[in-house]
């Protein structure tokens, strides 16, 4: 294996299936590596959209209410009764949680397909960047 960016159409990319050995196979596999940057960078945004939301939606807690809620719980330490408060932001921690697992993942792919030094996956993982940038910026839009 090459340890420099050449321009070929044969590669391995990612898994021993993913044997590319033609024009017609390297075309389509930098357009799924392409389509690949393009979701990594929505869920991006998307990621950041929805901390946002979360952050928005929660109330934030005055120092007399988390008191009160501490005592509530210490007093009922036998009840399994969690304040919604607390439900509501471990719902949207988990589901950040996940999304973060997923984008981290998606990154590693990329990363690991570009290191096949291969030029056209590595221009196709730069224009889907590109592209997904371009495309879910506006829809960034935070208020």
């Given at each position: 294996m090459?340890?420099?960016?050449i321009f070929s159409d044969k590669v391995v990319l990612l898994f021993d299936f993913w044997n590319v050995h033609s024009a017609a196979g390297m075309a389509l596999s930098v357009l799924v590596v392409l389509l690949l940057a393009v979701l990594y960078e929505g869920i991006k945004f998307g990621k950041a959209k929805l901390l946002h939301q979360a952050l928005v939606s929660m109330p934030i807690p005055t120092s007399q209410q988390l008191i009160e809620e501490t005592d509530r719980d210490s007093l009922s330490s036998a009840s399994t009764r969690i304040g919604s408060t607390r439900l509501r932001w471990f719902s949207c921690h988990f589901g950040q949680s996940l999304i973060h697992v997923?984008?981290?993942v998606m990154s590693y792919f990329l990363m690991l397909a570009v290191m096949s030094?291969?030029?056209w996956i590595f221009l196709g993982v730069v224009l889907g960047s590109a592209v997904g940038y371009?495309?879910?910026y506006p829809l960034l839009r935070i208020h």
């Amino acid at each position: 294996m090459e340890m420099y960016f050449i321009f070929s159409d044969k590669v391995v990319l990612l898994f021993d299936f993913w044997n590319v050995h033609s024009a017609a196979g390297m075309a389509l596999s930098v357009l799924v590596v392409l389509l690949l940057a393009v979701l990594y960078e929505g869920i991006k945004f998307g990621k950041a959209k929805l901390l946002h939301q979360a952050l928005v939606s929660m109330p934030i807690p005055t120092s007399q209410q988390l008191i009160e809620e501490t005592d509530r719980d210490s007093l009922s330490s036998a009840s399994t009764r969690i304040g919604s408060t607390r439900l509501r932001w471990f719902s949207c921690h988990f589901g950040q949680s996940l999304i973060h697992v997923t984008q981290v993942v998606m990154s590693y792919f990329l990363m690991l397909a570009v290191m096949s030094y291969n030029t056209w996956i590595f221009l196709g993982v730069v224009l889907g960047s590109a592209v997904g940038y371009y495309l879910a910026y506006p829809l960034l839009r935070i208020h």
